[in-house]
């Protein structure tokens, strides 16, 4: 411990994740689409905000290779106390790698030493290119001294890497996920709280305070209880809105109460919907085994001796849609977080699948998107399962091209 202690590094290294992405924990507000546009793109500039603060940018301190801007060099002691959060967290500061590296390349090197959970390169909010510096975190903190150790001043790409022990990163508990709140604040806006000034609460006003305590918590929860996801959910109403729309007939004629048979109409209609939703899908480019191979390993079954789901970093599934979900608007909505790839809406409604071109906007995509109103319905998010499409972007929009093409061709 005494080497660590007095192990020096050159230039300083800092833990603002820079743009607008932090971890998959978070959540961004959760407003009805008819007046959150404003709200959320304030939210949105104010996580760009910390990319202008970050130490590797600015004047007179170093940058991605870890050269001082004013060419002098600037050593900065690892401390014990910075050792420790490594021993406590297994977060590792990366510095210098090669501005093409990927995520997916660099969570291959360093997953030699162990397990990762997490795996961030800070890319430029204005640029969308990498900065060269990216966060490490291993499942177990001993691998990530042992990287530390073993991988400091290696080649890797072509580039001599440095690793620094990261600072903790913020508690998400403390702020619920929420972007600049901490405490009890966090709990919503207040109004559960006794405040002598307000006098006493209404009880409209005390269920709306458990209401958004409850909102904010389940907005936090949403990227750790992954016991919680279901990869194949569908909203009943949306199924019953589609089977209704297939036959032609109304929501109500189809679940009336006189008939005994309700509860078998809607088990087969639930039945018809997916099958019609994996076909859609299939014809999209969305693999459905992989989609029933998560749902099977996922939800009452996390834990219980079934292989883990590997998830994709740039896909993301959108549940609990209604039926009058638009592909347009969908997409409206996710390319608010940044380049969209494609987006995959069956006409059933009943999920989305999207791709995002970073996997940064991917991940602000889920914080923002988690528990959001929409049509006055929350959206679930889930992390894709890895493979997920069986085509590259590229291809999926040729296909969808030339179909087009033909579509316009027939009707001429």
């Avoid at 801007?69 to 090669?98: C, H, Q, W, Y």
């Avoid at 966090?186 to 209401?211: H, N």
């Amino acid at each position: 411990m005494d080497y660590l202690k007095s192990r020096a590094k050159v230039g300083s290294f800092s833990d603002s994740e820079d743009d607008e992405d932090e971890e998959d924990e978070g959540t961004s507000e959760d407003e009805s689409m008819e007046d959150d546009t404003d709200t959320e793109d304030e939210e949105d500039d104010s996580e760009d905000s910390d990319d202008a603060e970050d130490p590797e940018d600015e004047a007179g301190k170093v940058d991605a290779s870890g050269t001082p801007s004013d060419g002098r060099p600037k050593i900065e002691e690892v401390t014990a106390e910075d050792m420790e959060a490594v021993a406590e967290t297994g977060r590792v500061f990366v510095r210098n790698l090669s501005f093409t590296a990927t995520e997916e390349e660099v969570a291959a090197h360093f997953a030699s030493f162990g397990a990762l959970t997490a795996v961030h390169i800070i890319v430029d909010r204005s640029t969308r290119r990498s900065k060269g510096l990216a966060y490490i975190t291993y499942a177990l903190p001993e691998n990530g001294m042992k990287a530390m150790d073993e991988l400091d001043g290696t080649i890797f790409q072509g580039r001599l890497i440095h690793l620094l022990p990261a600072k903790r990163p913020p508690n998400a508990d403390a702020t619920l996920g929420g972007v600049g709140r901490t405490g009890a604040a966090a709990d919503g806006d207040g109004s559960d709280l006794a405040d002598d000034t307000k006098g006493p609460q209404t009880e409209a006003e005390r269920e709306a305070g458990f209401k958004a305590s409850r909102d904010a918590r389940l907005k936090a929860d949403a990227g750790t209880n992954r016991a919680a996801w279901n990869t194949l959910f569908m909203r009943q109403d949306t199924v019953a809105a589609a089977v209704a729309a297939k036959y032609g007939v109304s929501k109500a004629d189809l679940l009336e109460s006189d008939a005994g048979d309700v509860a078998v109409r809607m088990a087969l209609g639930e039945a018809q919907v997916i099958a019609e939703t994996k076909e859609q899908l299939s014809r999209a480019g969305v693999d459905p085994a992989t989609l029933e191979a998560a749902a099977a390993a996922g939800g009452a079954n996390v834990g219980k001796g079934r292989p883990g789901v590997k998830r994709s970093t740039t896909a993301i599934m959108l549940k609990n849609l209604p039926y009058e979900s638009e592909e347009e608007d969908l997409r409206l909505l996710c390319e608010r977080f940044g380049g969209v790839a494609r987006l995959v809406l069956p006409d059933t409604h009943t999920l989305a699948v999207v791709e995002w071109l970073e996997a940064a906007d991917a991940r602000k995509a889920f914080k923002g998107l988690a528990y959001k109103r929409y049509k006055h319905v929350p959206i679930y998010v889930e992390w894709a399962p890895e493979g997920v499409f069986t085509e590259d972007a590229p291809a999926a929009a040729a296909r969808a091209t030339s179909k087009g093409a033909g579509a316009g061709n027939a009707g001429g």
